[in-house]
């Protein structure tokens, strides 16, 4: 048997066992080391490839397939500085707990740290940021070998799923030549149906005492708040929703939540929290007697101060499974235990329990001014906050928005209040960079049969250009509204912007370039906006374009400041003045 024949067998059966599993889409950052898995990922018949030449670009796009169709996708790419350009997509996805397959070619080991081309260190390149990493052994088609080998697909594809999805990376060295040979009939082995590994992980729930020594914390406690911050989307948390109107508590309920549309009850959802809790008066005179948190710290700042005073109250932090998030250095209760089951338990032991509505009717009567203030409608001018807003209202139902960081999401914390419409909404918030936000939208309308909206700035959309290639490339529909104000606009909300002297250049960044060329570019459709209608208009136009439409939307970024803060101004001053916050 010749060294092409055991290259095949052995990297083939690695692809077939990864098919068995469940893997439906690979991503390949082209190049000569990894040859071998590219040609037999693309001859394979079971998986889609997405050929993107940017890695960066290509690691962003797998991270929001992966988001949007809750599988795991496979990278590949060849050895070198290649495999260093998914980096920052890799911290993203641990942080926010995605299933990515990172499968890098590399050099044979007698051609490392000896000088040759392309050649880096690739062993644990991603250190703790990945979940699980292996170095693959070199090809052989032995029956161990090929044993050996769909034993690490399987264990790859469960891992990356398993607990708290995130990546896992396998290293491949390769000898010359690299080329498979697509002639073997029998290059995919015994192409199994079924994985080589198979696992069943059971729900993790509570026992009857831990049960009841978490009610008894909280029975006599009618101030209780439950908050649910960003969430996978598809996540079932309608039981949240009951326990929540069985224990008359009002829900703070993050925009990525996954609560504020769809068809479930909405009645005790607060979605004007950020808003109203900026204001230290109305936080201390709704200061609570507990809180439950379900999933990811939410992305209100106001949210933040309001728990930051309350350090003494119980505050339990729900997770699946076990992690830490739990940033504000409170004293609190993990509880590692499945949410859905957890709410379940709760209400069926708390049936007959009576409590006051006074607590939650507080609440809503605060969300309720908040709302008037925040819908109401002005179209005598085009702001970002009455851009998200006319967003919101045109959106098509069953759709998908991915949010950029900065302002953009904290505009629709601000604008996004419940509705019937069901919206996945993803962003990349585990680290939260503005980098591969325009590639992680694409590859987000990868995956889906509807249509995907990306809301974004200026300098994220600059910053990742190079993934509107990828709508072109692979003729993805998606609309997206460019916020431009020129530079960084959530720097005009800090202290750093009363630093005349230095403002504009280290945190103001003003850009001064027109994107219609580069949109044109790349076969988009670009319209400019400066009025509400002409918004509307544009988005209803551009969510029945096929391709990409790109609706831009011009601002100041002082002046977006001033709008911002005299609508909090307003909405606080209301509050005080209808004495519902007394």
């Known amino acids: ?70 599988r795991p996708v496979a990278l590949v790419c060849t050895s070198g500085t290649a495999a260093a350009n998914y980096y920052p997509a890799i911290i993203e996805a641990h942080y926010s707990r995605v299933p990515l397959l ?20 690739q062993i644990k390149m991603y250190g703790e940021y990945v979940k699980w990493f292996h170095e693959m052994a070199l090809p052989d088609e032995t029956e161990s070998m090929l044993a050996y080998v769909r034993g690490r697909a399987a264990r790859a594809f469960y891992m990356a799923q398993e607990g708290n999805p995130g990546p896992v990376q396998l290293n491949f060295p390769f000898r010359e030549p690299l080329m498979p040979d697509l ?44 908050v649910c911050g960003p969430q996978q ?56 007697d507990f809180i439950i948190r379900f999933g990811a710290m939410p992305v209100s700042k106001s949210y933040l101060f309001y728990i930051n005073e309350q350090q003494d109250i119980p505050q339990f932090v729900i997770e699946d499974h076990r992690g830490h998030r739990e940033p504000t250095g409170n004293r609190t209760e993990m509880i590692f235990a499945d949410a859905n089951q957890l709410c379940i338990d709760l209400i069926a032991r708390t049936n007959t329990w009576k409590r006051s509505t006074e607590w939650l009717e507080q609440w809503k009567a605060v969300n309720g001014i908040t709302k008037k203030h925040v819908t109401r409608n002005d179209d005598s001018k085009l702001t970002e906050g009455s851009a998200v807003r006319a967003l919101m209202e045109m959106i098509p139902d069953g759709s998908g928005l991915y949010v950029g960081n900065s302002m953009a999401v904290r505009d629709v914390d601000t604008f996004l209040m419940t509705m019937n419409k069901t919206v996945r909404i993803h962003a990349n918030r585990g680290a939260n960079g503005i980098d591969g936000m325009v590639s992680s939208a694409i590859g987000a309308a990868a995956g889906t049969m509807d249509r995907m909206t ?58 001064d370039i027109e994107f219609e060329q580069a949109i044109t570019m790349y076969g988009g459709k670009h319209q400019k906006v400066s009025h509400v209608h002409e918004l509307r208009d544009a988005l209803e136009a551009g969510y029945h374009h096929k391709g990409l439409s790109v609706v831009e939307v011009n601002t100041d970024r002082q002046e977006n400041a001033t709008w911002h803060q005299e609508l909090w101004a307003n909405i606080h001053q209301d509050i005080k003045h209808s004495g519902v916050n007394q």
């Open 233 to 288: 989307a598809g996540k079932d948390l309608t039981a949240v929703v009951e326990l929540a109107k069985q224990w008359q508590l009002p829900i703070l309920a993050d925009p990525l939540s996954q609560l504020r549309t769809g068809s479930h009850e909405k009645d005790g959802i607060v979605e004007g929290y950020d808003a109203f809790l900026k204001n230290a008066d109305i936080r201390a005179n709704l200061q609570a």
């Open 102 to 121: 990172v499968l890098t070619a590399d050099r044979p080991h007698e051609l490392r740290d000896v000088g040759a081309p392309q050649a880096i260190e």
């Open 454 to 511: 990306l809301l974004i700035g200026d300098l994220s959309f600059y910053h990742d250009l190079n993934g509107l290639l990828n709508a072109k490339h692979f003729d993805l529909s998606i609309t997206i509204l460019l916020i431009h104000n020129n530079g960084g606009g959530i720097f005009s909300f800090l202290p750093q912007s009363a630093d005349q002297t230095h403002f504009e250049a280290l945190f103001g960044t003003p850009l």
């Open 1 to 70: 048997m010749g060294y092409t024949e055991s290259l095949t067998k052995y990297t083939g059966n690695f692809i077939d066992e990864l098919a068995a599993s469940g893997l439906e889409h690979v991503v390949i950052s082209p190049g000569s080391r990894s040859t071998p898995l590219a040609i037999l990922f693309a001859d394979h018949p079971q998986i889609k490839q997405w050929v993107i030449i940017d890695e960066r670009s290509a690691a962003f796009f797998a991270l929001g397939l992966a988001k949007e169709t809750r």
């Open 183 to 226: 002639t073997l009939e029998n290059r995919w082995g015994s192409h199994r149906q079924t994985s080589f590994l198979t696992a069943q992980d059971g729900i993790k729930r509570l026992s009857d005492d831990q049960l009841n020594r978490l009610l008894q914390l909280c029975k006599d406690k009618q101030r209780g708040v439950i």
